[in-house]
């Protein structure tokens, strides 16, 4: 079983609609987590960091948490083509080292 | 803020040679960390440093190393490339604390011929 999970896609949904990725991790330990978005030939930005079981929101941009199930979900309202990019979710176990899924690739049609 | 430099951006290397890989972190920033990143694994982290001390050693051959000066800035080698070697790395810096943020550099894209 990978340590990061993520469906590989793409994920198509069109302009103005709510795109929704997700993410599971196998380690119970795992304390803080990340969304990043990675456009083509482009280095990983973050979009979010969330902590605590819960949503967070930022912007058009809703960070989900879940430690009892061991999830963790990003959404995206009112989706943009520009939003079109692969979007890694990476954990880290409150060590030093970050552990990536091998991200989401979301296209989104205008 | 300038962010996370790397150098260089691209380079073409023959199988058997070596490579060095720098990396500036964002200033106030001494965590530094590499990752290699290819199309069939993913991102993978390589190592993390931090006050020129190695503190994490990813799943990665003896043929790759790294090193961190004083001034946090840090480099990164790889020995005897092999074709698998090919891949975007990119360097990674935070604050100091576990689970902290990491912002990655634009990455130096190496292709082992």
């Known amino acids: 079983q990978k340590e990061v999970e993520q469906n590989s896609g793409p994920l198509s949904v069109p302009e103005g609609a709510i795109a929704s990725l997700n993410c599971t991790y196998s380690?119970?330990?795992?304390?803080?987590f990340f969304w990043y978005r990675q456009y083509s030939g482009k280095s990983p930005e973050l979009i979010m960091s969330?902590?605590?079981?819960g949503d967070k929101e930022d912007g058009r941009f809703t960070a989900q948490l879940n430690k009892a199930s061991q999830y963790v979900s990003l959404l995206i309202r009112d989706s943009q083509p520009s939003d079109s990019a692969t979007y890694l979710c990476?954990?880290?176990?409150?060590?030093?080292?970050?552990?990536f899924g091998t991200g989401t690739r979301l296209k989104v049609l205008a | 803020k300038a962010g996370v430099t790397q150098t260089p951006r691209y380079l073409i290397k023959t199988r058997g040679q070596q490579v060095t890989l720098s990396c500036s972190p964002i200033?106030?920033?001494?965590?530094v960390s590499w990752y290699q990143q290819t199309p069939g694994q993913g991102l993978q982290f390589l190592f993390e440093?931090?006050?020129?001390?190695?503190?994490n050693k990813g799943n990665f051959p003896g043929r790759f190393s790294g090193r961190q000066f004083s001034n946090s800035r840090s480099e990164m080698n790889v020995s005897t490339l092999e074709l698998g070697d090919s891949a975007l790395y990119l360097c990674?810096?935070?604050?100091?604390?576990?689970?902290?943020?990491?912002?990655f550099g634009e990455g130096s894209w190496l292709t082992v011929v």
């Open positions: 990674a810096s935070s604050l100091d604390s576990p689970g902290n943020t990491i912002y």
């Open positions: 380690d119970r330990v795992s304390q803080s």
């Open positions: 969330i902590y605590s079981n």
């Open positions: 990476a954990v880290s176990p409150g060590t030093y080292k970050y552990i």
């Open positions: 200033s106030g920033h001494r965590s």
């Open positions: 440093y931090f006050s020129e001390t190695q503190r």
